[in-house]
């Protein structure tokens, strides 16, 4: 009965995700063999080695398996393995501990899953997919909204969206960098994979406000994620925050190409789908490329404290060429792919609302511009990150003896890294194959939109049929061209004017010595955002004295913290309310033999009695 | 004739049912077991199986002399008191096992509609069996009692089967056979490792393992 | 005429600032340097020696290039006389944001590469502001794409009618643009007090020619932002051909309204008082309404 063609699926829609599991795993392959080296033992190294093989191939399968039960299985194994990875160091505690947190959540996740699978399975009596989906069009409305919810929840939490994204920024950190990498690069894609070919391609789209809820919590994953993400001064917690982030953008995209499909706007949700699938990628590379060089980092330092960190740029000259590169893509800075994306994102949001309707039409406008505002914080984010590791002057004895890391580390965030830049370069030629992809996961006939091949020109007359509006042009090439001829035309103009140039200390106000101490910290640069942001993130702070005597304060410490309102507000009473109720359910479990015996035979008896009765 | 038989198991039962020590209980097993034996045998010669023959032809080896050889054994090896301890006393024990009986029958005439009224009686008393092998299992401390309750359930399940169908598929029924036998075996082995470990058999006080 | 608009920007744009500087001085009954000052100054930074810090690295030194870089990318992408912006197909509305905050970003690291806290402050302060400035011009770009169905620059600077939501966008626009070239209310630009100071803050460290590059490129981003908000509030069209004394006319009333937005300016500054670092989170909260007003306006169709 076991048929290759009949379980598996090979369509645009999974050809694209095995495009993106593959480049990232295999980049990451790559400098596992300088990250594992003189790290761990050689039996472990094998152990990472084999693991490794087995959660690429669960996520590959998960991408094209065609059938529910296939699905499922390369889901949870995708789920098992990558919970060996987080616990892989596992001789510290907080290994152990994000491995609970993660493997907790993650099978939450998967039982509202294994509810929606039930609910479609019961509707078609098949596992096949395309079976599936016409059973799925036959379904009442209620059902249908029912097995959104219930896939939104599932696979939301394995995406990371806020408030399931508890366990992200614990779980990530603790694996090994190249491990984090493709975790945040590629295991959380699957869930939108997930999303898009359960909900676009399986259940079908029919009401609008599915696609507006999901904008609604991609924002405030959105915002949520890069908030919790400057305040963070642990290098991969940092970006496991941005993962959050990032998948809010993506989903920004998803969630417009559902509601564009619900109102009936099909080119429009091509090009929205198509905006999603291109942050999906992009965020694969530049992500996979930051943990990567975070990995790098760590390793040579000894730490994940950033305010350990600082001059590294002079120790570690392409570790840090290669974070800046990522830092620019997650910060959406032209020529590089992140701002493809993000205005492709943008523009999605501005022509669906040249094609709505009144109020509709300033939702999408303000959600345009909490996009902004998310952008704006990351490169925030991403200017203290970059600027407090590498720049200025070590901070610690770790920083001061690090060196820069071997030859095959430095291979694998250089794959990523050139991909960084042509997929920023290439931005045309991509968002036609992207346009196919999408066109073909919704059912539409693609070639109607037509973009060049150099420009991003939206074509307008093509996107949509009625209404008025003008094509917007957007040149990567050109651009960055444009910057880096105008940026030679000011470096020689420098070198031709040949002014005396000499180095001395920087400036110290006239106080004798400036040394690391005098630097900006990390936790003093996300202050102004600490206090505006007050009033979700509730910022405390801890002061001592150790005083000698009354007027002289021998030392002084400061510390300040914030509170982690999902924590605290939704999973600490969730918690707490478990557990009173299993202590109640304690108490009829004494021990005794007799006890649970007479329990079952009461039951039986009870039901013998129930059967009398009928 | 076989109506003899089925009161010959009512009675054993009921003599277990009352039975203050392990050798009483075990003698009353082994009494139902005969009886069954004979309700199986007659059964046999009535619908003229071979395959039935030699089931209750392993009824008897295992049940009527290997099991209830096997108990006494365990019981000597490790001189237990004779007590069996008793959560619900006699009297009250008699008066549960009443209701069950009259359970038991309710229950088989609602099931048997078109059924023959003997049919139904068997099935009455099969079931009768579980629910006091169960009992014997819930209201008994000692572990052996469990045993014994846990072989009460398993005749009961026999005569359900051989009742209604005139017996399971002849391999399962051998199967099973060898299954109880075993697990008597393994069961009694646990008994005796539980009293070299505790120097008692009282289940009961197991939950003080309880963390 | 590509390069013809840059030059026009690189020597018009410190025109301006000197314009500023004047027209508060005057009014605050100084006489006050001259109009042309920036350029001498540009001049004297570009005839110096230069100092550099020892902890600083490639990022220090590559950053006023890029600074300078992206601002006239920035430039050139508005079509200041020629219709379409000559270098439209690289660019529109939202390109432009974010070229500018490329240059932005780097300075930032600039800031910190040197390892001062002065720096570091600035840098903070200026991304701060930068970040919260971005939805309030994510609001104004989508109330002008409404008006005008794209977000291609030269769309919307022919000539058109002024309705309410472009004069909305336009005072929000205002606002931001205050914001970002390091304005009054937002930040001062005259004094080089460490408790206050943002944008000077982060090139404290410059010196010689890199700074001049640095003020230069500052000079073009205000010149951009100004062009943009005269743009909205006085449209105008291209001029009839062959007419020599109504092209001078068009020439002055082209140029006159970019002063004007500069003398508004001057008088926003001269009569406020700078705002705490977060008070600018209200202002810009500000900003952000008036796009959201904008916005609905456009949509009612005002």
Same mark, same amino acid.
């Given at each position: 009965m076991f048929n290759l063609s009949a379980n598996f699926i090979f369509d645009p829609l999974s050809i694209f995700f095995i495009f993106v599991i593959l480049i990232v795993s295999s980049a990451a392959a790559l400098y596992s063999h300088g990250y594992l080296k003189n790290a761990y033992t050689f039996p472990r190294k094998v152990f990472a080695w084999v693991l490794l093989l087995i959660f690429v191939c669960s996520m590959l399968l998960v991408v094209t398996g065609s059938n529910l039960l296939v699905f499922i299985i390369a889901w949870e194994l995708m789920s098992l393995v990558s919970y060996f990875f987080v616990v892989f160091?596992?001789?510290y505690n907080r290994s152990i501990q994000a491995g609970m947190i993660y493997i907790v959540i993650t099978h939450i996740g998967t039982a509202f899953l294994l509810a929606a699978f039930l609910m479609i399975y019961q509707a078609a009596h098949s596992f096949d997919f395309i079976a599936l989906k016409d059973a799925c069009h036959l379904l009442p409305m209620q059902t249908r909204n029912t097995i959104f919810l219930l896939l939104l929840i599932g696979f939301g939490t394995k995406a990371g969206i806020v408030p399931m994204h508890i366990w992200l920024p614990y779980a990530h950190p603790q694996a090994p960098s190249h491990i984090s990498s493709i975790m945040s690069g590629v295991m959380i894609k699957t869930a939108i994979y997930g999303m898009i070919r359960f909900?676009?391609? +399986? *259940?079908g789209i029919t009401s609008p406000w599915w696609g507006i809820l999901v904008l609604i919590l991609a924002i405030i994953s959105c915002l949520v994620g890069v908030i919790y993400a400057l305040m963070e001064h642990d290098i991969k917690k940092l970006l496991a925050y941005h993962s959050v982030e990032n998948i809010g953008i993506i989903l920004l995209g998803v969630g417009l190409g559902m509601f564009f499909v619900s109102m009936n706007l099909p080119y429009l949700a091509v090009f929205a789908l198509v905006a999603g699938l291109y942050h999906l990628i992009n965020h694969a590379i530049f992500k996979g490329l930051l943990f990567l060089c975070a990995g790098s980092v760590c390793k040579a330092t000894g730490t994940r404290n950033m305010e350990k960190m600082g001059g590294l740029i002079k120790r570690m000259p392409h570790t840090a060429v290669y974070f800046l590169i990522g830092a620019m893509a997650i910060s959406a800075l032209p020529p590089l792919n992140g701002f493809v994306s993000e205005w492709l994102t943008l523009q999605a949001f501005f022509l669906g609302a040249l094609n709505t309707l009144g109020g509709t039409k300033v939702f999408l406008g303000i959600c345009a511009a909490m996009l902004a505002l998310t952008g704006g914080l990351a490169a925030a984010c991403f200017v203290k990150a970059f600027g407090i590791i590498f720049l200025a002057q070590p901070r610690s004895q770790y920083a001061e003896s690090a060196r820069e890391v071997s030859w095959s580390m430095k291979a694998g965030m250089f794959i990523l890294a050139a991909l960084v830049i042509i997929f920023g370069l290439a931005a045309g030629s991509i968002v036609k194959l992207l346009i196919k992809v999408s066109a073909a996961t919704l059912g539409v006939?693609?070639?109607? *939109?037509n973009l060049s091949a150099y420009n991003l020109t939206l074509n307008l007359q093509a996107l949509m049929p009625g209404p008025v509006g003008k094509d917007s042009y957007l040149s990567l090439p050109y651009l960055a061209a444009l910057l880096v001829i105008l940026g030679a035309i000011f470096f020689v103009i420098y070198r031709l004017a040949k002014r005396k140039s000499l180095t001395y200390k920087t400036w110290d106000c006239g106080y004798y010595k400036v040394g690391s101490r005098n630097e900006y910290t990390a936790t003093a640069f996300s202050k102004p955002f600490r206090i505006a942001f007050s009033f979700f993130l509730f910022p405390y702070h801890k002061t001592q004295k150790v005083r000698e005597s009354f007027y002289h304060v021998k030392a002084f410490s400061y510390e300040t913290h914030t509170t982690p309102v999902f924590k605290k507000y939704v999973y600490y009473p969730l918690l707490a309310w478990i557990l009173k109720f299993a202590r109640l359910l304690r108490? +009829?479990?004494?021990?005794?033999i007799h006890l649970y015996l007479a329990y079952i035979f009461a039951v039986i008896i009870l039901l013998i009695m129930f059967i009398n009765k009928f | 004739m076989q109506e003899i038989t089925l009161i010959g198991i009512l009675i054993s039962t009921c003599l277990m049912v009352v039975a203050k020590s392990l050798l009483a209980l075990i003698r009353g097993f082994r009494w139902q077991s005969f009886f069954l034996f004979l309700a199986t045998f007659l059964i046999a010669w009535k619908e003229a199986q071979p395959s039935l023959y030699i089931i209750a032809g392993l009824l008897l080896v295992i049940k009527v002399v290997l099991i209830p050889q096997l108990l006494y054994k365990i019981i000597k090896k490790i001189k237990v008191g004779q007590g069996l301890g008793l959560f619900v006393n006699t009297q009250l024990s008699l008066f549960f096992v009443l209701l069950f009986a009259y359970l038991a029958w309710d229950f088989s005439s609602q099931l048997i509609v078109y059924g023959s009224h003997a049919q139904a009686g068997i099935i009455a008393i099969a079931l009768f069996l579980v629910l006091v092998g169960f009992f014997l299992m819930v209201s008994r401390i000692t572990a052996l009692a469990q045993v014994v309750g846990l072989l009460v359930m398993e005749n009961g399940l026999f005569l359900l089967a051989s009742a209604v169908s005139g017996g399971m598929p002849f391999f399962v029924e051998i199967a099973i056979f060898f299954d109880v036998f075993v697990s008597v075996v393994i069961m009694g082995s646990f008994v005796y490792r539980i009293n070299k470990f505790f120097t008692h058999i009282d289940v009961d006080k197991l939950s003080h393992l309880r963390g | 005429m590509i390069i013809l608009q840059a030059l026009v920007f690189i020597v018009s744009a410190p025109f301006l600032s000197g314009l500023i500087t004047k027209i508060k001085n005057n009014l605050r009954m100084r006489q006050g340097e001259s109009i042309l000052q920036p350029y001498y100054n540009l001049a004297k930074l570009s005839l110096k020696s230069e100092v550099l810090s020892e902890t600083t690295s490639w990022i220090f030194k590559i950053t006023p290039y890029i600074l300078l870089a992206s601002s006239l990318a920035g430039a050139l992408l508005i079509p200041l006389f020629i219709y379409p912006a000559p270098l439209r197909g690289i660019g529109d509305f939202l390109a432009l944001i974010f070229i500018f905050s490329l240059g932005r970003f780097f300075l930032s690291l600039a800031a910190l590469d040197a390892g001062s806290s002065f720096g570091g402050m600035g840098s903070s302060r200026e991304m701060f502001i930068s970040s919260l400035v971005e939805p309030a011009l994510c609001m104004v770009v989508f109330s002008i794409f409404l008006q005008?169905? $794209?977000?291609?620059? $030269?769309v919307f600077c022919g000539a058109h009618q002024i309705t309410a939501a472009s004069l909305i966008g336009a005072v929000a626009l205002f606002l931001i643009c205050l914001a970002e070239c390091a304005?009054?209310?937002?930040?001062?630009?005259?004094?080089?007090?460490e408790l206050t100071m943002v944008q000077e803050a982060m090139i404290l460290e410059y010196s010689g020619m890199r700074l001049a590059f640095i003020e230069l490129a500052a000079y073009i981003k205000q010149m951009v932002f100004f062009f943009l908000i005269a743009q909205l509030i006085f449209p105008i069209s291209l001029p009839a051909k062959g007419n020599f004394i109504g092209l001078l006319f068009w020439g002055l009333w082209y140029s006159g309204r970019i002063f004007i937005v500069a003398l508004i300016t001057a008088l926003v500054e001269v009569s406020l008082a700078k705002m705490r670092l977060f008070r600018v989170v209200d202002y810009l909260g500000f900003a952000f309404l008036l796009g959201i007003i904008a916005v609905i306006c456009a949509v009612i169709g005002v």
């Open positions: 160091d596992f001789q909900i676009f391609f +399986i *259940l006939d693609g070639s109607a *939109l108490r +009829i479990q004494p021990g005794s | - | 005008f169905g $794209s977000t291609d620059i $030269s304005r009054i209310p937002v930040d001062n630009q005259e004094t080089h007090l």
